[in-house]
C-alpha cells in the first residue's frame, strides 16, 4: 500500500467547500463532553484549512446510533466546545439525515473562513454500509476532502472512503499524516534495531500481527495474559492461567518462525502469580513471583515477573525503533502493574523512536503519566493493529497519491 499520500499541505482550499472527516467521537455524559482530548487533536488540520481560506464542512460519527437519530447521540456539544476552542462560530447543522436543509443552507451562506459541523454520520444506516445514495450527498457538498479520523481508518464507510472515491481531490489530515509516517513508515521501513512488544490477553485477537512482526523486526518481546499459551506451548505447567488451547500449535509454529528468520522472541521468563483474578479489579492481591516453568497448577500468572521485567528493558535500551501494542499484566490493578509500569519506564527513557499502539497501551501509557516521553500514541485501536498486521487500510488507500 502506498503510504506517500497527498495531504493538507499539499492542496489550496482558498474559496473551495472542503469536507474533513475527524474523529470526534467523544465521551458525553449527560450532554456535557467528559474527555476533549480528540476535539485537541483535531485542530491543527482545521486552524490549516480555516487559515487557507476554505470553507470547511466538518463531519464525524459519535458512538453507535445504528443508523437512526438518536439526540443523546447528537453532535450538537461538540460544536459549542469545538467553537470555544477555535474561538470562532462553528455552526451546527441539525438535520436528521446529515445532508439535510439546515446543512445545505449552512454551506451555501458560507464565506472563506468559516466551519460549519454537520450531525453524527452515523445517524445514517448506509453509513458504516458505504452505501452510494449517502456518499453522493456528502460529496455534493464538497470540491475537496480532508480525512483526519485514523480511529475508523480501517473500515470502508461512506464519510471516509464512499466520499473519497467521488470527489476529485481527497487528502490526508496531520493526525492521519503523522500515524501513516509512525506506524505505517515504522513497521515498512525502520530504523534497525527494531523491537515490537505484543501484549494483551488473547493470542487469538494478534494472530496476524505477531507473524508480520516477526517478519519485519529484530526482536519480538511477548508478554501479558496471551504469554501462557506460548508457554504451554513450550510445555510449561501454566497453572489457571489464561489460555488459548486452539492456538498452542500456531504459537509452536510462531517460535519455530522466529527461529528460522533468525529473530529473537522473547517470552517471560518469571511471572507473577495469584490464587484467583481480582474481584473487583483493583481489589488488593496476595502476589509471589516465581519462575516461568514453576507455576503450580492453582495459581495463575497476571503479570510478568521482575527478571523479565529487567529483560524487556534490556532489549529496549538498544533498539532504534519500538513498537507496543498490549499491556504485560492486568494494569488496571496497581499490584500487578509492575512489568506494564516497566516497559513504559524502558520506553520513557530510551531514545528511540517508540510508538504506541493505540487501545489500552495507549491508556496504560497516559495513565501511568509516560505520555508525554513517547514519540507518538496512534489514536486507533482497531485501525493501528491492522496497520502492524500489515493490512492495507481503506481509509489510508481512498486519499490521493502524493
Known amino acids: 500500500m502506498s503510504l506517500n499520500k497527498k495531504s493538507v499541505d499539499d492542496i489550496n482550499v482558498k474559496g473551495l467547500r472542503v469536507l474533513c472527516r475527524c474523529d470526534f467521537n467523544v465521551p458525553l455524559k449527560e450532554g456535557v463532553i467528559t474527555d476533549t482530548n480528540r476535539l485537541t487533536a483535531a485542530l491543527p488540520t482545521i486552524k490549516k484549512l480555516i487559515a487557507d481560506g476554505g470553507k470547511v464542512i466538518l463531519c464525524s460519527h459519535l458512538g453507535k446510533p445504528k443508523g437512526e437519530p438518536k439526540p443523546e447521540l447528537s453532535l450538537a456539544p461538540v460544536a459549542a466546545k469545538l467553537s470555544e476552542l477555535l474561538g470562532q462560530e462553528v455552526k451546527f447543522a441539525a438535520d436528521a439525515e446529515v445532508v439535510g436543509p439546515n446543512a445545505k443552507a449552512a454551506v451555501e451562506a458560507m464565506k472563506d473562513g468559516d466551519v460549519v459541523l454537520l450531525e453524527n454520520t452515523r445517524y445514517r444506516a448506509e453509513e458504516t454500509k458505504n452505501g452510494e445514495a449517502f456518499s453522493k450527498e456528502l460529496a455534493s457538498l464538497c470540491d475537496v476532502f480532508v480525512n483526519d479520523a485514523f480511529g475508523t481508518a480501517h473500515r470502508a464507510h461512506c464519510s471516509n472512503v464512499g466520499v473519497a472515491e467521488l470527489v476529485d481531490t481527497a487528502a490526508v489530515g496531520y493526525l492521519m499524516q503523522k500515524e501513516i509516517d509512525f506506524l505505517g513508515n515504522a513497521v515498512e521501513n525502520p530504523v534497525r534495531p527494531f523491537v515490537a512488544i505484543l501484549g494483551g490477553a488473547k493470542v487469538a485477537d494478534k494472530l496476524n500481527v505477531i507473524s508480520n512482526l516477526l517478519e519485519k523486526c529484530d526482536t519480538l518481546i511477548i508478554g501479558g495474559g496471551m504469554a501462557y499459551t506460548f508457554l504451554k506451548a513450550k510445555g510449561y505447567e501454566i497453572g489457571t492461567s489464561l489460555v488459548d488451547d486452539e492456538k498452542i500449535d ?153
Open 250 to 402: 500456531y504459537c509452536k509454529e510462531m517460535m519455530d518462525k522466529a527461529e528460522k528468520l533468525g529473530k529473537k522472541l522473547l517470552l517471560p521468563i518469571d511471572t507473577t502469580i495469584t490464587k484467583e483474578f481480582p474481584n473487583p479489579i483493583d481489589a488488593e492481591v496476595a502476589i509471589s513471583v516465581v519462575d516461568s516453568d514453576k507455576i503450580p497448577a492453582d495459581m495463575m500468572g497476571l503479570d510478568i515477573g521482575t527478571k523479565t521485567a529487567e529483560l524487556y528493558a534490556d532489549a529496549v535500551k538498544s533498539a532504534k525503533t519500538v513498537v507496543w501494542n498490549g499491556p504485560m499484566g492486568v494494569f488496571e490493578n496497581p499490584i500487578l502493574a509492575k512489568g506494564t509500569i516497566a516497559v513504559a519506564k524502558s520506553l520513557a527513557e530510551t531514545d528511540a523512536t517508540t510508538i504506541i499502539g493505540g487501545g489500552d497501551s495507549a491508556a496504560a501509557v497516559n495513565q501511568l503519566g509516560f505520555g508525554d516521553k513517547m514519540s507518538h500514541i496512534s489514536t486507533g485501536g482497531g485501525a493501528s493493529l491492522e496497520f502492524l498486521e500489515g493490512k492495507e487500510l481503506p481509509g489510508v488507500a481512498a486519499a490521493n497519491d502524493k
